[in-house]
């Protein structure tokens, strides 16, 4: 799935070019799909990302489904629910995309059993930082870290305090971790992120102008 910073970037550009959609319930809902709380086994969520992110399959999140069912102008969480629309989008952009981390960890093709999968992640994580080390003024900066109390009044399969509890789990992982953004990027290049983030914006405008 793609990182979080990559999900408030593309939603940073959409609140920036629509007044509509600049404000938190988009934003949040951009975020919001992964706020399942890991099990203390650590072998999935609670709730399962099988319902969390309308898992097709083992690869794919049924958009197509959550559009008919919660895309309508007229309801009144359209922003978020837009947002969460954009999140799942993303994340299937984020596994066909031609990244070589992406590719290796891919579970339709062969993955080298000596490769340690935190690493590969440690590149995208930290490519997040590197863009936060970037750009002070970034949405997470200005409106995100900000945000002291999200409820949940969209779903029932998330408890009420899931929200509030990722925005500030999120919050505190990019403020306190600490990465070496001088290092080489052997998984994940500064410049594959951002052709990522720039072509799926692309994808995402066009599909909003069907909405």
Sequence with gaps: MATWITHMRIAEHFMDIDERLNCVD?????????????????????PDKSITH???????NDT???RRKYI???NEYFNFYLGYYFHLLTDNAWKYYPLKGVKIVNRRMKVD?????????RDWSGQDH???????NSIFFKVFQHIEDYPNRFFDFYPQEAF??????????YLTAKEDTEREFPYLSKEEMDTFVNNTIVSLEEIYKTI
């Design 26 to 46: 988009f934003l949040v809902g951009n975020i919001a799909p992964d706020s399942g709380v890991r099990k203390e086994d650590g072998s999935g969520f609670i």
């Design 54 to 60: 309308w898992k097709l399959d083992d690869i794919d």
């Design 64 to 66: 197509e489904d959550f």
């Design 72 to 74: 309508q102008r007229e």
């Design 113 to 121: 059993e000596n490769l340690d999968w935190d690493i590969i992640k």
């Design 130 to 136: 590197l863009y936060l080390q970037n750009n002070p």
């Design 164 to 173: 509030t509890e990722k925005i500030k789990y999120i919050t505190g992982f």
